[in-house]
């Protein structure tokens, strides 16, 4: 994730990802396929000199092939785009997942 957020225009320059949390509140209903990984959480992250931590909502699917031992793809998705970036400091609560995101990144091969 942090490297494709060095890489986005909204991303501070100075800013990191600290950690990527598992947050079982927001799993849909439906379970995953055999080859595909869901993943829905929180990402703790800062700007150094250190200035405060935040968290944001974090979303990825990651594409596995049969054996499980090839990446096919995957789709990582951070931040509510009707909230900011920003907004939510460490050990806030993220009450509603987002519609829209700030930023989504996808690939597949």
Known sequence: MQYRLNDADDWP????????????DFYP???????ELNLQGLMDWAMEPASGQWIEPFAATIHLSNTGERLLGYKMKCGDAA???????????????????????????
């Open 13 to 24: 320059a100075s800013g990191f990802v600290d950690d990527i949390e598992d947050f079982v």
């Open 29 to 35: 209903e439906e379970p995953s396929t055999q080859d």
């Open 83 to 109: 909230r900011g970036l920003g907004k939510i400091t460490y050990g806030g609560r993220v009450r509603r997942w987002p519609d829209k995101w700030i930023f989504e990144f996808e690939i597949s091969r």
